[in-house]
């Protein structure tokens, strides 16, 4: 079936090309973005391209922001840049990566200590610095410039641990720092930003702690709690059951009773909600996996949805911009990614870790969480600016990741055999 949908791809593509020639707009425009979404299905009949099938979705949702910019800012009446939307999607895309980690995870430390310390070092030194440094050199407007900075200062995303395995790196050290520099990111990002960006523009240190403790620690911490209850005895279970309970009680107080109790929300206020709801999301998504076990395995698809949209919705709102600086934004890109990967590898090697080991830390410090940035700047309602980069960022690091990934793997393998 999917040969069929591939076949058919490439005849929208020439029919878009044919549009184009003829100065037929319409047949240029839909022939490219329909061509592109079949291709996007087309190439998991190609065993040398059915890695890449996600990279095609991405390509697609650029070119169709570009497209029809003003049909993905709003739909039905709901504006896609919403800053509710925007935060229950990225805490979604960031659950969806959370069932994929385990608190095991965290335990990796132990075994690889000196891996992690400089897998972290790399990751909220180098990055960040070299995207200062590009941001500065090219002369972007001071929010674009920004976006380079963040999605540098942002921690690895999964995508780092699935190119850790296709290279057969460590994968235990991979998902290890992955999971500590996420967990660390409400400082570490904050922190960099205002040190590197804040000279862009103004950023204020709480509101995007507390932006990113919203968007990245309570959905993992919702995550972990479903890990929990899969691992851990009857006592335990029971134990966050009642806490979820009690969440779900003092959740329903404040929906009824919140404001005339209190007078002024604050920040701590803010946060105890979100944690209640992460007690008893993390609970009922437990239920819902003893219902149905093969839920976890279809989560990543959901983070992938996720950072398809913020992708459509970024080049939509930026689309001026991206006509404007799209293709040195794209070098810059390629800039940043391969520094990453560069500095990595060699700053590891000079740490003393092994090359199996170092090319591990060159993923981890190469592929940012792009989904992370993007619902960052969303977040900050920044999204046509600040989360620009992101949206060019991401599907490069996607491709040569992969490219790197299998390059690695298969001079492991003739290593092997000789």
């Not at 896609?80 to 994929?100: A, H, P, S, Y």
């Amino acid at each position: 079936m999917r040969k069929y949908v591939l076949y058919f791809a490439i005849l929208l593509i020439i029919s878009s090309g044919i549009g184009w020639l003829l100065d037929i707009i319409w047949l240029s425009k839909l022939g490219l973005v329909l061509g592109l979404a079949c291709l996007s299905v087309g190439v998991g009949a190609l065993k040398s391209l059915s890695g890449y099938q996600y990279t095609f979705w991405i390509v697609t949702a650029v070119a169709a922001g570009l497209v029809y910019p003003n049909t993905f800012l709003n739909i039905g009446g709901v504006d896609l840049r919403n800053k509710w939307l925007i935060l229950i999607i990225i805490q979604l895309v960031m659950f969806g990566m959370g069932t994929q980690m385990s608190i095991k995870d965290f335990v990796g430390i132990k075994k690889s200590g000196r891996g992690v310390l400089v897998g972290l070092l790399c990751q909220f030194t180098i990055m960040p610095i070299v995207g200062f440094l590009i941001a500065k050199t090219f002369a972007f407007e001071p929010e674009i410039a920004a976006g380079i900075v963040l999605i540098g200062s942002c921690s690895s995303g999964l995508a780092s641990n699935v190119m850790t395995y296709i290279a057969k790196g460590d994968l235990v050290l991979s998902v290890t720092v992955t999971a500590i520099s996420t967990l660390t990111a409400p400082l570490m990002t904050t922190f960099l930003m205002k040190m590197f960006a804040g000279t862009f523009i103004e950023i204020e240190f709480f509101s995007m702690m507390m932006n990113i403790i919203k968007i990245v620690l309570v959905p993992l911490t919702a995550a972990m709690i479903h890990d929990a209850l899969k691992i851990y005895g009857p006592k335990v279970r029971n134990t966050i059951k009642t806490i979820a309970f009690c969440c779900g009680l003092l959740l329903l107080a404040m929906a009824f009773f919140g404001r005339g109790i209190i007078s002024e929300p604050n920040a701590g206020i803010e946060i105890l909600n979100f944690v209640c709801a992460a007690f008893v999301v993390g609970v009922l998504y437990y239920y819902l996996y003893r219902v149905q076990p093969k839920v976890d395995d279809f989560m990543p698809l959901f983070s992938m949805f996720g950072i398809v949209y913020f992708t459509l919705v970024t080049t939509a709102a930026g689309r001026d911009n991206l006509i404007e600086i799209g293709v040195l934004l794209f070098f810059a890109a390629i800039l940043h990614n391969s520094a990453g990967y560069v500095f990595g590898y060699w700053l590891s090697r000079a740490g003393g870790l092994n090359k199996k080991q170092s090319q591990t830390i060159a993923f981890e410090v190469g592929l940012q969480n792009g989904g992370m940035a993007s619902g960052l700047a969303g977040a900050m309602g920044k999204l046509a600016t600040l989360g620009l980069a992101a949206a060019v960022f991401s599907p490069w690091m996607n491709i040569s990741g992969s490219v790197l990934a299998n390059y690695w793997r298969k001079q492991r393998e003739k290593s092997t055999s000789e």
